[in-house]
């Protein structure tokens, strides 16, 4: 019974270039999460989606980052041209239902560093 | 901006004791609270749920909810160094799916 897995756990890159994190969410779950962590901090919410459709992106910086849930296949995070404040650990999360009801299960997180 | 407050801590509880965590929470019409656990470097898990005023009980772990005060705490009975961890209150609600999370609690069971 597969949970959240996310890929790659750890990422570097270089300043400008293109980080894309994937999440397959546990299967049966069709709703999505992402959030940012920076060290000794807490979760930031950036994304919430089900299938193939964005629910609310609030908490997403209005450049750069996107986010995709398609109808097949996991989840992607998109960051172009990463900054060095873009360097955190991004956990996804998914849940069966409508989140502020059900639990949110989460991944290990994709650590991304930018050089 | 819905907010969510915890004191960051370290909380440090001799091994045994009670330990007790708090938060608070901005938006007056939430109506699901979580606590999750994360321990360094890996992923948070939830521990309690609570959605009505009063105490709900599982184990050890007691979550209290006050809706008037807007205020959550959980309490850990009898605390083991295995409860040592950062303790994340999330809340959501008001027709908005959306999770906020706080910066969380830093916990030091003493042995």
């Known amino acids: 019974n597969a949970g959240v897995m996310q890929n790659p756990r750890h990422l570097v890159r270089r300043r400008g270039q293109e980080a894309r994190l994937r999440c397959s969410p546990v299967?049966?779950?069709?709703?999505v999460y992402w959030y940012r962590q920076l060290p000794e901090e807490g979760l930031k919410f950036m994304v919430y989606?089900?299938?193939?459709?964005?629910?609310?992106e609030s908490g997403m910086p209005k450049e750069r980052f996107s986010a995709e849930f398609p109808k097949e296949g996991p989840s992607i995070l998109r960051i172009q041209q990463v900054v060095r404040g873009d360097s955190a650990a991004y956990f996804c999360?998914?849940?069966?239902?409508?989140?502020?009801?059900?639990?949110?299960?989460f991944g290990e997180g994709s650590r991304l560093t930018v050089l | 901006q819905k907010e969510v407050e915890q004191n960051s801590g370290p909380l440090s509880v001799p091994e045994g004791a009670i330990a007790s965590l708090n938060c608070t929470y901005s938006?007056?019409?939430?109506?699901?609270f979580f606590w999750y656990r994360q321990y360094s470097g890996k992923s948070p898990e939830l521990i309690m749920s609570?959605?009505?005023?009063g105490d709900k009980e599982d184990g050890r772990f007691t979550a209290q909810l006050n809706k008037a005060s807007q205020y959550v705490s959980l309490l850990i009975r009898d605390s083991q160094p295995s409860d040592s961890a950062t303790y994340l209150c999330?809340?959501?609600?008001?027709?908005?799916?959306?999770?906020?999370f706080g910066k969380g609690t830093r916990l030091h069971i003493l042995p």
């Open positions: 999330a809340v959501s609600g008001s027709g908005d799916d959306k999770i906020i």
């Open positions: 299967k049966g779950h069709s709703h």
């Open positions: 938006d007056r019409v939430s109506q699901s």
């Open positions: 609570i959605y009505s005023n």
């Open positions: 989606l089900q299938k193939e459709n964005i629910i609310d």
């Open positions: 999360a998914s849940s069966p239902i409508q989140g502020n009801t059900g639990e949110l299960f």
